[in-house]
């Protein structure tokens, strides 16, 4: 019996790819103090070199949780409204989370670039609670479908050079 979690082809890594430049929403993995795990969705985006952000507030539980414990996972890509929820393609990131301070000269730009794709964030981003958090890929695996499994690493989720 083969493996059913191959490394990555050309066709996986466009697919991960595509779900990534498409979600505007994770579902986000943290642990909490006691080592309960808990998942919320958060507002998902793509830094300019590709990588994946949010803008979360201080406020939220699962912030505080990303403070004392950066180690989280994200799951990007949603059911279509026809067939099994399990035939869709769906691309699971386990990450580590690195806070962005609004006094950093990146904070202006990141803004800018994910307001492009998130304009109502434009409110949150007046509010002093919210921050953007980076989340660097470790490790990822695609499900695209009923037998189509693979494990990527974060190379494979970068976009192609631009020529």
Do not use: W
Not at 18 to 45: D, H, I, Q, Y
Not at 88 to 111: K, N, T, V, Y
């Amino acid at each position: 019996m083969p493996a059913p979690v191959r490394p990555a082809d050309d066709d996986a890594r466009q697919l991960a790819q595509s779900l990534m430049a498409e979600a505007r929403f994770a579902a986000l993995g943290v642990l909490l103090e006691e080592g309960t795990p808990l998942v919320t969705r958060v507002a998902f985006g793509l830094d300019p070199q590709g990588g994946p952000v949010s803008l979360i507030s201080d406020l939220a539980q699962h912030t505080r949780a990303l403070r004392r414990n950066p180690a989280c996972s994200l799951l990007v890509g949603e059911p279509g409204g026809k067939g099994d929820a399990l035939s869709h393609p769906r691309l699971s990131l386990i990450c580590r989370a690195d806070f962005l301070s609004r006094q950093s000269p990146e904070h202006g730009p990141l803004a800018a670039h994910y307001l492009r794709r998130q304009p109502k964030a434009k409110l949150y981003l007046q509010l002093a609670d919210f921050s953007f958090v980076r989340f660097r890929v470790t490790a990822a695996y695609l499900n695209g479908g009923f037998g189509k499994a693979f494990h990527l690493d974060a190379a494979d989720l970068q976009p192609p050079p631009r020529a």
